[in-house]
């Protein structure tokens, strides 16, 4: 999808941050020149309906064993390390506010239970974007002026970002778990972990031709900056798989969308895609209904309606389609991962919080980080070293992918991941899995 990272990454922002809603509603570099990371046995194929979710076998459940911490507390009269935390909140525009709750949970955790880092306890450097890009400049230079910070931690940024990494200079690594704007990625000193918006949405072909064998799909789109290169991205994988695509887009300030419906055919198509957002997502849900397309099966979606606003303008319920999902989703039970989260939640996070994605996707984040951090050792954390073995790192990432390739497509050198799973939304938080961890189609 190399293609596709060139176009507008500014309008991906919103999309990106949705693509793990649904789970709170909702390596050495490689030196392959595949644009897919090779698949093991774990994620080579979609898995059947009803099987395992998360990572089955794979997932984390012993963060002792996954941190190779040191069972309990750091010991608090050690000198801390340092991670420094920017996340966008404070201003009109709040992308991810919990993605800073779950990264202070995941400290809390570690510093009460896995010993820290080699026994030091961890402190986080916050810095807050709220609404200017120059405050981006102004969090690289607090980090850079603070010699106890070799690595940063990205939560949910848009604004500020590009300043933030042009400052920096790649003087620090920088660990995210979803990338917001193509720019994270595109660094060489980054680590991506859970994907970004263009590299997960690839799977929609695989899903579309291995499990639904579609031969035809509609995607629907507002034809707009922040709509229209996830739609392209959508498109670049189904094509990829042999699936004929008819694009629909309308204008921005369309209420009615039965015309566009019978307008791309998407009565007689295989699979409806509706790549729009919030505000969006009512008016598509009744025309969908009106045209009689209501088959949750056909219906295939990135998680951006998975909204409360939009549950509660829908009665009090979501869209009952089918979502594309890139973590694991809150309350599945069948995900051994999701169970150990929802009990370490219980002690240190709060009921409003933990289902929140960026809670999550966070606190797997700083899991990972703390792996690093105790591979590396205290006696040699530097930005060098933490670099390269994180960029070493494979997997499987906690509440995650279970294979990770840091720089598997040269375009976006610091973006690890590009598997998505499935799940069928029955309604009444009910969720049937339709496929686990999935890869774009050959040639995407």
Known sequence: MRRHRKTAYAGIAALAVALLAAAGCSSSSSSSSSTTPPAT??????????????????????????????????????????????????????????????????????????????????????????SAEEEGTGCAQKFLANKNVHVAAMGAAVIGVQSFYSTLGGAIPVVGGV?????????KNTAVLFGDATSVLGPMGTYGKDVLHAKTAVILYPDTASATPGALATEAG????????????????????TGVLASTGAASADMVIPAVAAPDCVNIQKALTQQGITD?????????????????????????????????LFGDTTDPGMIEYMKLAQTYSTPANAPDPWNIVDFGQMMTIDKVLNQVGYANLTPAAILSAVKAFKGPQA?????????????????CNNRSQFFEYAGHNKWIKTAGWTQPPAGD
């Not at 979710?53 to 801390?80: D, E, F, H, I, R």
């Not at 509440?399 to 973006?415: K, N, R, T």
């Open 41 to 130: 046995s774990a994620a080579a194929a979609p898995s059947p309906s009803g099987t395992t979710g998360g990572l089955g076998a794979q997932s984390v459940t012993n963060y002792l064993t996954y941190t190779g911490g040191k069972s309990g507390p750091a010991n608090t009269s050690l000198t801390p390390v340092t991670i420094g935390f920017v996340n966008q909140q404070g201003g009109p525009q709040v992308i991810g506010q919990h993605a800073t709750d779950g990264a202070e949970m995941a400290v809390k955790y570690i510093n009460a239970q896995l010993g820290g880092v080699d026994g030091h306890p961890i402190v986080l450097d916050t810095c807050f974007i709220a």
């Open 399 to 415: 509440l995650g992918a279970p294979q990770l390739e840091c720089g598997y497509d040269p375009s976006a050198p610091g973006v």
């Open 179 to 187: 990338a917001a704007l193509g720019i994270d990625g595109a660094q």
């Open 296 to 328: 949750p099966k056909k219906i295939v979606a990135a998680p951006l309606c998975l909204n409360g606003q939009v549950a509660a303008a829908l009665g009090g319920d979501f869209p009952k389609w089918t979502y594309l999902i890139a973590s694991s």
């Open 238 to 257: 189904l094509k990829a798989a042999g699936i004929s695509v008819k694009m629909g887009p309308y204008p921005e300030t369309t209420t009615d969308l």
